[in-house]
Nanobody, 122 residues
């Protein structure tokens, strides 16, 4: 099992920045892909970004490309999502996920955090 805990959400004005963190514990050596998804009350859970720790490849949703950056601190077993130039449409609960395949599909990730709320005001 892998346990994930997100932090760093909050309220920010449009154009501002936030950095989300996701700490992993448990059998972290068994998974090598982590990612971020988000869900708002009016949308299904959608892919944001993912990172493969072995290939170091990263992928982003078109809606966040150029504004968001996913990164990892190996020593802390933590990944981050740096979010810049935030828009009201970015408002959602952001979830960290861990799995075995680098994929934009939420169903491909067996481990999930509890989520952290990001609210962007106009």
């Amino acid at each position: 099992q892998v346990q994930l805990v997100e932090s760093g959400g909050g309220l920010v004005q449009a154009g501002g920045s936030l950095r989300l963190s996701c700490g992993a514990s448990g059998r972290t050596s068994s998974t090598y892909v982590m990612g971020w998804f988000r869900q708002s009350p009016v949308k299904e859970r959608e892919f944001v970004a993912t990172m493969n720790f072995i290939t170091r490849s990263t992928y982003y949703a078109d809606s966040v490309k150029g504004r968001f950056t996913i990164s990892r601190d190996n020593a802390k077993n933590t990944i981050y999502l740096q979010m810049n130039s935030l828009k009201p449409d970015d408002t959602a609960v952001y979830y960290c996920a861990s799995g075995y395949h680098q994929s934009p599909r939420a169903s491909d990730y067996p481990y999930w955090g509890q989520g952290t709320q990001v609210t962007v005001s106009s």
